[in-house]
């Protein structure tokens, strides 16, 4: 999996989505927003993430239009 800074990923766990700051080698520096709005970092290995795919507002709109 080839990801850059700004890709949302998430824990394969489950959780939040997280935003890519930086990859380091099989590091990724992950930050996303707490509850009350702190901004978090963590340093997470790779291997325990998944790339979540970005859905274009378009297709999102189309969806809705067709239901």
Do not use: N, Y
């Amino acid at each position: 999996m080839e990801l850059k800074a700004g890709d949302i990923v998430m824990l394969k766990s489950g959780g939040q989505p997280l935003t890519v700051a930086e990859v380091k080698g099989d590091d990724v520096i992950c930050l996303w927003m707490g509850v009350e709005g702190d901004l978090f970092r963590e340093t997470l290995p790779l291997a325990v993430l998944e790339h979540l795919e970005e859905v274009d507002e378009d297709e999102e709109e189309d969806d809705e239009d067709e239901e």
